[in-house]
């Protein structure tokens, strides 16, 4: 039995999946502040059309440009590991199978969008792109994927992360971004924050208010986002694509495929094509994993809210804690959104996927012992599908299991050495701090209320 599963290069998927195409509803448009919906023109200062083409195409297949197959080919198809070391640590019959996606050169994820979206904007001529990064990793990844691309880049970075992380900000640096603190002075969001809130620790909502500023007002800029839209959930598709080759390969098939879901890109990247799987009537479950400490799924509720603090952004369905919700600063940067992208939520809301959400310390109880067993540090919103996938296996619920080793941990040592001392706490579900969030929502009149 193998251990590692390598696909050849010409396996690299030549088209992205496009689950919209599949759906048993059409998903819920997004709407402007006159809570109507927002048409594609509307988009047109923040993203270049072919991206804006995408984030509305219903077209099952998008085909990938050869530019961005050929930068692929730097690190796809990426390998799929047996965890037999893992399975042998739990005394499970159980067997475990994860996708390793921290082989890209930003060590996630991240960079399958960030290589696609810097493409399409560098092809419509634009010379700038403005982005937020939590944890660090988008930052990283749209860093990467600009230098191969000649183009400049500013960052908003979530100021616990840009504490927490400096050397996050270094690699991005050395690749030529720009990185600003935020709550920044760089624009009025972020001013008006920092007039209200001076210790505030940032948010993802309020990093992302001071991107689109940026974007807006400047005519070579573009802004892009690393997670929650329908284009960015397409690209991230290959890994699912190459996961069932590669599932095929060892002879067996899922019976759970789990991911950690901040955003939501990484669930949809590897669960949406054996979603396609299901809906043909495969049995499968598709769970996405979350922190306790921002539980989105678990206790959000279902109806339109804002994608970002200031309410710059149309209007998106999703479950939400609430658009001025302010996360605890857990080390999982990359899982503190207030929302998640809406066709994972209307997935969710479906009964088509389901959700479990976890504290940090079982997660980082759980990546200690798969960085002992299999040798990989994992991030630690990775090691949030480490934790479910040890469950599934250990309680039996699952017998084949394949998650998506969403990113390494080189870059999260501090959090490894706040662990090792004993100094992590947990945060339970803020159920204060959900409640006023959600509660001055419920004075907009916007959209329906479901759950
Ligand atoms: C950003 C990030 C996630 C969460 O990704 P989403 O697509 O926003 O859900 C998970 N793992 C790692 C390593 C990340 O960097």
């Known amino acids: 039995m193998d251990t590692k599963i390598l696909l050849p290069e010409s396996e690299i998927p030549r088209q992205w999946y496009n689950v919209v195409a599949d759906l048993p509803h ?12 927002v048409g594609p023109e509307a988009l047109s200062p923040l993203f270049p059309m072919d991206l804006i083409l995408q984030e509305v195409s219903s077209q099952q297949f998008i085909d ?39 082989a890209s050169p930003a060590g996630s994820h991240k960079a399958n969008t960030a290589v696609a979206q810097a493409y399409y904007n560098k092809k419509s001529g634009i010379s700038r792109l403005a982005t937020e990064t939590g944890a660090g990793q988008w930052g990283s990844a749209l860093a990467l994927a600009c230098a191969l691309f000649e183009l400049e880049l500013q960052v908003y ?9 400096p050397y996050r900000r270094s690699l991005m640096e050395s690749w030529g971004a720009h ?63 190459e996961a069932q080759k590669q599932m095929a390969m060892a002879g067996e098939y899922p019976d759970v495929v789990i991911a950690s879901c901040g955003g939501g890109s990484n669930f949809a990247g590897i669960a949406f094509p054996f979603l396609r799987d299901k809906l043909g009537g495969r049995r499968v479950r ?19 809210d804002y994608g970002d603090t200031a309410g710059m952004t149309p209007l998106l369905k999703m479950y939400t804690l609430g658009h001025n919700f302010v996360p605890p600063g857990i080390h999982a940067g990359g899982l503190r959104y207030h929302g998640d992208a809406p ?21 980082f109880e759980a990546a200690l ?22 469950d599934e ?50 004075s907009h009149h916007f959209g329906p209320r479901s759950s």
Not at 78 to 98: F, N, Q, S, V, W
Not at 157 to 165: L, P
Not at 369 to 390: M, N, T, V
């Open 26 to 37: 059409p998903p819920a448009p997004p709407l402007g502040p006159d809570g109507n919906p």
């Open 64 to 102: 990938i440009p050869d530019e961005v197959r050929d930068i692929y080919r730097l690190w796809r198809p990426t390998p799929l590991y047996r965890a037999h070391r893992l399975e042998k640590a739990l005394g499970t019959d159980a067997h475990i199978y994860y996708k390793y996606e921290g």
């Open 157 to 165: 970075m979530v100021r616990v992360s840009y504490d927490q992380k």
């Open 179 to 241: 990185v600003a603190s935020s709550p920044s002075t760089l624009t009025g969001a972020g001013r008006s924050v920092r007039e209200h809130d001076p210790d505030s620790a940032g948010s993802l909502g309020i990093a992302i208010s001071e991107a689109v500023e940026d974007a807006a007002s400047r005519a070579d800029t573009h802004y892009s986002l690393g997670s929650v839209l329908n284009h960015v959930l397409l690209h991230q598709t290959v890994i699912g694509q």
């Open 286 to 304: 598709l769970l996405a994993v979350e922190p306790t400490a921002c539980p989105t799924l678990t206790k959000g509720r279902y109806m339109y």
């Open 343 to 363: 066709l994972v939520c209307q997935l969710y809301d479906e009964g088509l996927v389901e959700a479990r959400a976890y504290p940090q310390k079982p997660v």
């Open 369 to 390: 012992l798969f960085a002992r067993s299999e040798g990989i540090l994992p991030a630690p919103e990775s090691a949030h599908a480490i934790r479910a996938a040890i």
């Open 393 to 442: 296996a250990t309680s039996g619920a699952a017998r084949v299991i394949l998650f998506n080793l969403s990113g390494h941990g080189h870059f999260d040592l501090s959090a490894y050495d706040q662990y090792l001392r004993g100094e992590l706490v947990d945060y339970e579900y803020p159920s204060a701090l959900v409640e006023s969030a959600l509660a001055e929502l419920t």
